[in-house]
């Protein structure tokens, strides 16, 4: 791993101005999220604490993973990575360094919209299920950033990489659903061909992370946290991180420049 590497990619993201327009986003989303929760008549405060964590969270990752996809397709039309694999420096090394400084990239998004929502709920009823919100946050950041690498590093153009990543992150937020679809349809005694794609999904619900369950709203609004919580998103957050860190980095290794 290359501290310079790190430094250099963070650099490249202060050059982009990708934090200012996260922090520039996330302001706006905390406007509008107070103004369309003074619309509600009942339970304002629990409005826009819903608001703010659903609309802004997607806000900022949508500005990450665009950031993440152009930085490196960009890399790779002006030939950086080439030069940077020439300099005493291993491929493994190459993904770890991106590795890190995305995932810092995303500590520090996820830092900023927990900091943003405590001090609007700031002197009212804020729940323990705050600090266990903000660390699923920063873990989803963590995961999707780093399979937005993934995705930039296979794929040649930036809009498939980024079309690629947000249809990985809405599958993951869906999974829920689909998986309690698909055993309501495996019991059923009519179900046909939709029996095998039950079971497919089973499959592939292997290989994608539960992203509905590691940043619940329920944990902010009732704060029912609880201490396996913090466990399973550490434990999914390691495990599919892992995953896309070793892909990306077997598809490095077999590139050729």
Not at 150 to 171: D, E, H, I, K, R
């Amino acid at each position: 791993m290359s501290l310079h590497l790190i430094k250099y990619v963070l650099l490249a993201a202060f050059r982009d101005r990708m934090l200012w327009g996260v922090v520039a986003i996330s302001l706006l989303g905390a406007c509008l999220s107070l103004f369309s929760g003074s619309a509600a008549i009942i339970e304002q405060d629990q409005f826009v604490i819903s608001y703010m964590a659903g609309g802004i969270r997607i806000l900022s990752l949508m500005g990450l993973v665009l950031f993440v996809v152009f930085y490196i397709r960009r890399s790779f039309d002006a030939r950086d990575v080439e030069f940077l694999l020439t300099r005493p420096i291993s491929r493994v090394s190459f993904v770890l360094s991106h590795v890190v400084a995305f995932s810092i990239l995303s500590i520090m998004s996820a830092g900023f919209l927990a900091l943003l929502l405590f001090f609007v709920v700031q002197g009212k009823n804020v729940p323990e299920g705050m600090m266990l919100w903000a660390f699923g946050v920063m873990f989803e950041y963590i995961i999707v950033s780093n399979t937005a690498f993934f995705f930039s590093m296979v794929l040649g153009s930036p809009v498939t990489a980024g079309l690629s990543t947000l249809g990985f992150y809405v599958l993951s937020r869906m999974m829920g659903g689909l998986l309690a679809i698909s055993a309501q349809v495996g019991n059923s005694a009519h179900a046909g061909v939709y029996k095998g794609l039950s079971h497919v999904m089973d499959v592939v619900s292997v290989i994608i992370p539960r992203l509905d369950l590691m940043a619940q709203t329920s944990w902010l609004i009732y704060g029912d946290a609880k201490i396996s919580d913090w466990g399973f998103i550490l434990l999914q957050g390691v495990v599919f991180l892992s995953l896309v860190v070793g892909a990306t980095i077997i598809d490095l290794k077999r590139k050729q420049f």
